[in-house]
């Protein structure tokens, strides 16, 4: 039996990389990670124990290990079945920029939220930084880019068309499983296609807009950076904003309000109205910035909870 890692998955057949090279395998019985209903059993990033087959260059999956964690999306039709879109994923890049399209903060902060959730480092990446036009839209980023870095997250200011800031990306990415969203036309392709020569992902801003609202089943690919680690792909990232929230799980998932909440005089807290608040205080005093505590209650007062996400447009 060997060891290695899914990194394409067609729905019955999946390409594993073991010792730098790669297997078609398919599955062996029925494999199940317990209790998760899922329609794969494998999923893109998996880590798996395979039985070669006299050929050498196939075989049958046995075992999956332990997930750290997974990215799933719900059935369309509200069974119980989910689809794991990818697994063992070690951070989750946002692609935003504030013109030409703009990403705004409620979007970034429900892509950070969902990223808490999963349990996913996420990472915050302007890109287009060579294209601001005005001193609003300076300003605007200079903003966004400092409200992020003081909730505690990684920023960067990039052009994809600057092959120093691509070194940076390389280096950020270097050995890891990375996710990338954003909004269509933001440059994920553009970098995507800058880090990996030859892969020639298409770009351009109009592409994604004909898929909108199709549900067709999608399967994740990790593609390989030629400096060590993947890519994670998938037009089914859109469904990373689909995770199942619960309002009283919200305070957690802001990291610095996470921070305060044992300074707030009620142990479950939800910073709205409660008198001797250690969150609004914050807001009061500059410590949190508004945008972020907007956000909050925003997503707070949405009755669905998760649910809306499912309209939000991620890819
Ligand atoms: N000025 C500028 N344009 C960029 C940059 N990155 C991407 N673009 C352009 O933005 C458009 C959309 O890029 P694309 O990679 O297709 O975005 P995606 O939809 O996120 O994959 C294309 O016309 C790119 O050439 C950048 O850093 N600076
Ligand atoms: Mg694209
Ligand atoms: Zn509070």
Redesign the pocket.
């Known amino acids: 039996v060997k060891t290695g890692r899914v990194i394409k998955s067609t729905g019955s057949h999946y390409q594993v990389v073991c010792d730098g090279t790669l297997w078609g395998c398919g599955v062996r019985g029925k494999l199940r990670i317990s209790g998760l209903r899922t329609t794969n059993p494998v999923a893109v990033g998996d880590w798996v124990d395979f039985e070669p087959d006299d050929e050498g260059n196939g075989g049958q999956i046995v075992a999956i290990h332990p997930r750290s964690n997974y990215i799933i999306r719900r059935s369309v039709n509200l069974s119980k079945e989910a689809h794991v879109i990818a697994s063992n994923v070690d951070q989750a890049l946002v692609?935003c920029?504030v013109a030409?399209p703009r990403t705004s903060a409620g979007f970034i902060d429900r892509f950070l939220v969902t990223a808490e959730a999963y349990h996913i480092p996420a990472v915050i990446v302007f890109?287009?930084?060579?294209?601001l036009q005005s001193e609003d839209e300076r300003l605007d980023l200079a903003i966004l880019a400092d409200t992020y870095a003081h909730a505690g997250y990684p920023v960067y200011k990039?052009?994809?068309?600057?092959p120093q800031?691509v070194q940076t990306m390389a280096g950020l990415l270097k050995d890891k499983v990375s996710l990338i969203a954003?909004?269509?036309?933001?440059?994920?392709?553009?970098?995507?296609?800058e880090l990996i020569p030859g892969l020639n992902?298409?770009?351009?801003?109009v592409?994604?807009s004909h898929n909108k609202g199709q549900h067709t089943t999608t399967f994740a690919e990790m593609h390989p950076l030629p400096f060590g680690g993947y890519i994670i792909d998938s037009p089914g990232i859109k469904g990373f904003g689909l995770v199942d929230l619960k309002p009283e799980d919200l305070p957690m998932l802001f990291p610095e309000m996470r921070a305060l909440l044992p300074e707030c005089r009620f142990y479950n807290c939800r910073h709205v109205n409660e008198p001797g608040c250690a969150v609004r205080q914050a807001v009061e005093n500059g410590a949190i910035f508004p945008s972020r505590y907007k956000s909050y209650l925003s997503m707070l007062e949405d009755e669905d909870g998760g649910r809306k996400y499912r309209e939000d447009g991620y890819?």
């Open positions: 692609i920029t030409r890109n287009k930084v060579d294209d990039i052009s994809a068309r600057n800031h954003g909004h269509s036309g933001v440059g994920k392709s553009t970098l995507v296609n992902l298409k770009t351009s801003v592409s994604e890819e």
